[in-house]
């Protein structure tokens, strides 16, 4: 059984940094990720990232943020920098493990300005 385990999120000021993590267990994951999902807005893409690391990025994200994966820990991370308000959501670990979609719990994101 697959199991997703997220840590990072929390409050930060407009042009501050977080680090997001997602621990993954019980399968190998072709594509791992994150997407996210701001009030009253649809689920959106952040970044992806395969096994052989090559990365999806949200233009709306690019060149502030980085997606990272390490395949012996299973662990994907999210590196956000220069956040702004907008940048504010509710962020879900992504994986693609056998063909199907796994979703975490999902991690508060909050940017103030």
């Known amino acids: 059984q697959v199991q997703l385990v997220e840590s990072g999120g929390g409050l930060v000021q407009a042009g501050g940094s977080l680090r997001l993590s997602c621990a993954a267990s019980?399968?190998?994951?072709?594509?791992m990720g994150w997407y996210r999902q701001a009030p009253g807005k649809e689920r959106e893409l952040v970044a992806l990232i395969s096994s052989g690391g090559r990365t999806n990025l949200s233009d709306s994200v690019k060149g502030r943020f980085t997606i990272s994966r390490d395949n012996a820990k299973n662990t994907v991370y999210l590196q956000m920098n220069s956040l702004k308000p907008e940048d504010t959501a509710v962020y879900y670990c992504?994986?693609?493990?056998?063909?199907?979609?796994?979703w975490g719990q999902g991690t508060q994101v909050t940017v103030s300005s």
């Open positions: 992504y994986v693609l493990a056998v063909l199907r979609n796994y």
């Open positions: 019980g399968s190998i994951f072709s594509v």
